[in-house]
């Protein structure tokens, strides 16, 4: 079955860069989106179609995909980035599959 | 404003059924697939299931396959997800998406599945 792979985590100082990434051998053919969950509350949708970004999302989250890989990138990242971050991609029938998550600590 | 709103959840026994409703208002439903994810308590999220706008079209992940019944009544503006053969592992909190292929940004709040004895 089609996998998404992601660090279990991620630690970044204030201010600081992060980069979360999510590898997948179908990601070269379809797009990644990503998904931010904070604790207790349903995911949001941060970005689509590997680097779009809905308009009520900070400029400072951004998408970027090569090969087989995508990645997550946070600028200058805030206490309010601290969350669990969801790739995901479709498979080979269409269906969603989610990589493992991540989850973000700032500090 | 896209709204949707989960309903049906609860606590079963292992081997029983429950029934989840999704009300979504704010767009043109039969316009949009539709989808479930899960998460288990401290996990991930997981797909379970989809279905087109016309209700053609229905998909299921393998472990919830022959127990699991997606529908959707689009007179209502409201898809179901039938759960039948409740398992310990499918609790979880289970939330209705719009897109079925690809998910878009319009989730529900969530409704927790309790399976236990």
């Known amino acids: 079955s089609y996998e998404l792979t992601q660090p279990p985590s991620v630690s970044v100082s204030p201010g600081q860069t992060a980069r979360i990434t999510c590898s997948g051998d179908?990601?070269?053919?379809?797009?990644a989106y990503w998904y931010q969950q904070k604790s207790g509350q349903a995911p949001v949708l941060v970005i689509y179609?590997?680097?779009k970004r809905p308009s009520e999302i900070p400029e400072r989250l951004s998408g970027s995909s090569s090969g087989t890989m995508a990645t997550l990138t946070i600028s200058g990242a805030q206490m309010d980035d601290e969350a669990d971050y969801y790739c995901?991609?479709?498979?080979?029938?269409?269906?969603?599959?989610f990589g493992g998550g991540t989850k973000l600590t700032v500090l | 404003e896209v709204q949707l709103l989960e309903s049906g959840g609860g606590l079963v026994q292992p081997g029983g059924s429950l029934r989840l409703s999704c009300a979504a208002s704010?767009?043109?439903?039969?316009?949009?697939?539709m989808s479930w994810v899960r998460q288990a308590p401290g996990k991930g999220l997981e797909w379970v299931s989809s279905?087109?706008?016309?209700?053609?079209?229905?998909d299921y992940r393998d472990s919830v396959k022959g127990r699991f019944t997606i529908s959707r009544d689009n007179s209502q503006n409201t898809m179901h997800l039938q759960m039948d053969s409740l398992r310990v592992e499918d609790t979880a909190v289970y939330y209705c998406?719009?897109?079925?292929?690809?998910?878009?940004?319009?989730w529900g709040q969530g409704v927790l599945v309790t399976v236990s004895s």
């Open positions: 998406a719009r897109g079925a292929s690809w998910l878009d940004k319009y």
């Open positions: 704010g767009f043109t439903f039969n316009n949009y697939g």
């Open positions: 279905i087109t706008g016309t209700g053609g079209r229905t």
């Open positions: 179908g990601l070269p053919k379809k797009y």
């Open positions: 179609e590997d680097t």
């Open positions: 995901y991609s479709i498979d080979s029938s269409g269906n969603p599959v």
